[in-house]
Structure formats: C-alpha cells, structure tokens
C-alpha cells in the first residue's frame, strides 16, 4: 500500500461512518513495522492525522483540534500505534467534499469537513424559548440540560419529522460583556434536523473568544466528577433534607413536594431578562416554597386561624398564610443563641415574603414589560436567598429534638455550591 492509497481508505472511513469516525489502525492489513513510514509523508503533508486517545479516552472520535504537526511527528516516533485511529484533516477534505451535499446542514457540513466533534459553539439563551414553550418538548437548563420530544408525540403525525429532535446536551456559558450563552459541542449539532439547525445557526453568537463555558459543564462532557451543584439543584437538595429531616423527628413533611423527580421546566436559568420572565420564574419558586408548605407538619401547635370582630360585632375568621405561620412556629420553638442565627431567620422569613412578592407584579397592567439585562443578576440573587432561606430552615431542623445523628450528604453540608 502506498501513502496516497492509505489517504484514500482513511478519508473513505471517515465519510462513510455515521458519526465521522477514525480508521482504527488495527483494521489495516498492513504491516505494524511499516505503517509509520507510510504515515509520516501524509503527516509532513498536512494531510493526515493520527489520534492515539492520549487526550480524549474515545480515539474513533476526533474530539480536539489535532496538535501541531512537529508534536504529531515525535509521537509518530515513540508511540505505538495500537489502538491509533487515522483521520483526513481539514485542508484535505476540503479539496474533496461538496458543501452543496450538506445543504441546510452547516454543523453537519464542518464535521464532514473534519472539524473536532467537541468544538464549541455558543448560541444567545433566546434559542431555546421555543423549546421550552412547547409541551411536546421535554427540556431543563441548569449548568447543563437536554432537549428532547415526549414519547406520546414521538414518530406520530401531530408533530413533523422535522421537529422530532434531540439535543443530548447544551451547557451553561459565561460571557465577558454579559451574563449567560448557551454552547453546545459540534457533534449534538450536527444530529439536528436541517430545520433546527438553520433556527440554531440564526442565533448563534459571533467572537467565541467572548465566552467561556462552565468549568463543571466542561468537566462533565469530559467524564468528571463536577466540582460543586448549581444554586437551583442545592435548592432543590435542600428541600429534600428538610423533609427526611422532619420524617426523621417524626414530623410529617413540611414541603408537599420536593420536586426531585418533577424538576418545573420554568425552572432555571432566564432565558430572557425581561420583567415578564422574571415574574415568571418568581410565580414558579413561590409554588415551590411558600405555596408548598403543609400544615400537617406544624401539628396545630401554632394557630391557623385568625378572630377579628367588624362594626357590627360579628366575628370575621380569615386563614393564616403559610408564611406567617411558619413565622410564628419558629419563635415558638427556637430560640436562637446569638444575634448573627436571629437574622438569617428573619432573613429566610424575609424571602419567603419578597419571592411571594414577585410574583406577576404586571398581572393588572396589560402589555407592560421591560428588557434589562441586569435581571439576570437579580434572579441569581434571588436564587442566592432562596437557597439560604431553605439552608437555614435544615439547620434549623438540625437542632430540633430527636435530630442528633442525622446526617446530611457532604456536598450540602459543605456548601459545595456555584453562587452564580
């Protein structure tokens, strides 16, 4: 075999495969003490590039960008090729492949150009409004998240082919000038219909060198162990713990739901940063938090119920809130040992009331809305205090009685959590 013909074969693999896959070198009816030197002209070449899974444990992927051609000829010389997967580059294959065969594919069209399936691309957050306003979608956005169609309208003629689709992963990205972005990596692009991927290509982001993505999402799509939860996932953990907590003392629940399996859709990241979205979220976290609490759990030890008596002398009875009562069953059975404890209960108190307080402020004010991109940072602050207001209530719970011994998992005793 010559150089030109291994070329060919490689190049042959590589488009023929469903997912651009490598020649593994193990498949070659070639000699071992040979293929090196029918490789190294089609390396000083440009033209070829061998991955021996040294940087990304699967070698039939082309995940990173190859390394410069002096690094690719001294491991030409030292490694063995066992395991090695061959690649056309990208110079090659552009003197071969027809962009007009990918018409409507671009992300389809650089992996077959030979692009690395871990590029990334960065997309403004509005690329997912339709996907999370559309039931027949399922869909959460944390640090990572995932796009998909529920199995009542998958292959069934009430929804297009075309909008059957799958994101097996997007991720969180930080931006220098502003907040939030969305990256997704080429190869789950790339798995989209034309259709979808012209609607992501429309609002991809120009400069990727303004953003960066999420050291745990980035560590996750590498096989990691991610550093630390994200602010809605320690929540979510929290509330969790406070109702093992309370089964553990013998108290019924405090919280309805914890939401573990039922996460809300609505809730995460804005994709917006509008009054309207974030009203939105508020009205979510509200039902999570205050309109989740149960009554069961404070066991008639605090009142329900309060008497007041109108002009004519007759006794008006009106429900207490959720909130209130909590209030009132907490001074009832705590007391707080310095000033410091003191406020963080009346600081979780406090925001228990301000979430309740956001919720739909525009509600009697029709069309009114507004565009600020600082209501990122307030909804992250809001989360910063939602957290902490369920934090401490755990704690809380921590000291009650019958609590000793009870142990809470690390990463939320640590605090191991993202505060943005």
């Keep these: 075999m010559t150089p030109e013909e291994l070329l060919i074969q490689a190049t042959n693999f590589y488009r023929g495969s469903t997912d651009f896959n490598g020649l593994p070198v193990h498949s070659l ?4 003490d040979a293929l090196p030197d029918l490789l190294r002209p089609l390396i000083e070449a440009g033209s070829l ?14 995940a990173f960008e190859p390394e410069p051609q002096a690094k690719q000829l001294d491991k030409l010389a030292t490694r063995n090729l066992v395991g090695a997967c061959l690649y056309p580059t990208i110079a ?3 003197s071969i492949v027809d962009p007009h065969d990918y018409e409507g594919r671009p992300y389809t069209l650089e992996l077959a150009l030979g692009h690395p399936v871990l590029g990334c691309h960065f997309f403004d957050l509005s690329v997912l409004e339709s996907y999370r306003n559309d039931p027949r979608y399922y869909y959460n956005f944390d640090i990572d998240g995932m796009i998909g169609v529920h199995d009542e309208y998958y292959e069934q003629p009430t929804m297009a082919e075309k909008d059957q689709v799958l994101l097996q ?5 930080m931006a220098k000038e502003r907040y939030w972005a969305i990256v997704v990596f080429r190869r789950y692009l790339a798995s989209l219909s034309p259709e979808h991927q012209q609607i992501w290509k429309a609002k ?16 996750m799509s590498m096989g990691e162990w991610p550093e630390k939860i994200s602010l809605f996932n320690a929540l979510l953990g929290e509330i969790e713990q406070v109702n093992a907590l309370a089964e553990h003392i013998g108290r019924p629940p405090l919280f309805r739901r914890t939401y573990k399996d039922d996460r809300p859709r609505d809730f995460g990241y804005l994709i917006r940063p509008t009054a309207r979205e974030l009203a939105n979220f508020a009205g979510v976290l509200d039902k999570m938090l205050s309109d989740n609490i149960s009554r069961d759990f404070f066991e008639q030890e605090v009142p329900y119920e309060d ?7 007759r006794v008006i009875v009106s429900q207490r809130g959720t909130i209130r009562i909590l209030d009132d069953w907490i001074k009832e059975k705590f007391r707080t040992q310095s000033d410091e404890s003191s406020l963080l209960v009346a600081e979780a108190i406090k925001t228990f009331k301000n979430v309740r307080g956001m919720r739909n402020p525009t509600a009697h ?8 991109v600082n209501l990122f940072k307030e909804q992250i602050k809001v989360m910063r205090d939602a957290y902490r207001a369920v934090l401490t209530l755990r704690q ?10 009870y142990e809470v998992p690390a990463h939320l005793e640590q605090r191991k959590v993202w505060d943005f």
């Excluded at 009816?29 to 071992?32: A, G, H």
């Design 396 to 405: 809380m719970l921590q000291c009650y009685p019958g609590a000793a011994g």
């Design 307 to 313: 008497e007041t008596t109108d002009k004519k002398g």
């Design 29 to 32: 009816d070639i000699e071992p």
């Design 92 to 94: 090659h294959l552009a």
């Design 169 to 173: 992963t997007f991720g969180l990205a």
């Design 204 to 219: 991809e982001e120009d400069g990727a060198d303004q953003f960066s993505v999420h050291p745990d999402y980035w560590q």
């Design 365 to 372: 004010k029709i069309g009114v809305d507004s565009y600020d």
């Design 49 to 62: 590039y061998v991955n021996y899974g040294d940087r990304h444990p699967n070698p039939h992927v082309l």
